[in-house]
């Protein structure tokens, strides 16, 4: 079995993205022993990860609550 990415590192958990199933859903991480334009991690059902800065976090929030992604939601929906 595949370590999970909390127990890989120093990762806080901050968000599970769906969590009703054992498939490995997308979550939210915070590392606090990261470089700072590193610190965010993002991780996808298929063992990727994304890292960034908490202030492209920042931005990529305000922009989700901006209605940036409406569409493609909708579209999926």
Same mark, same amino acid.
């Given at each position: 079995?595949?370590? +999970?990415?909390?127990?890989? @590192?120093?990762?806080? =958990?901050? /968000? +599970?993205?769906? @969590?009703?199933? *054992?498939? @490995?859903?997308?979550?939210? #991480? $915070?590392?606090? /022993?990261? =470089?700072?334009? !590193? !610190? $965010? &991690?993002? +991780?996808?059902? #298929?063992?990727?990860? $994304? ?6 976090? %920042? &931005?990529?929030?305000? *922009?989700? %609550? @901006?209605? /940036?992604? *409406? %569409?493609? &939601?909708?579209?999926? $929906?």
């Amino acid at each position: 079995m595949s370590e +999970t990415p909390a127990a890989a @590192g120093n990762l806080q =958990p901050v /968000a +599970t993205f769906c @969590g009703n199933c *054992d498939c @490995g859903c997308p979550e939210l #991480f $915070v590392d606090d /022993a990261a =470089p700072p334009e !590193r !610190r $965010v &991690v993002l +991780t996808d059902d #298929f063992g990727q990860r $994304v890292q960034m800065s908490l202030a492209q976090l %920042k &931005v990529l929030v305000e *922009d989700v %609550k @901006g209605g /940036a992604l *409406d %569409k493609v &939601v909708t579209a999926v $929906v």
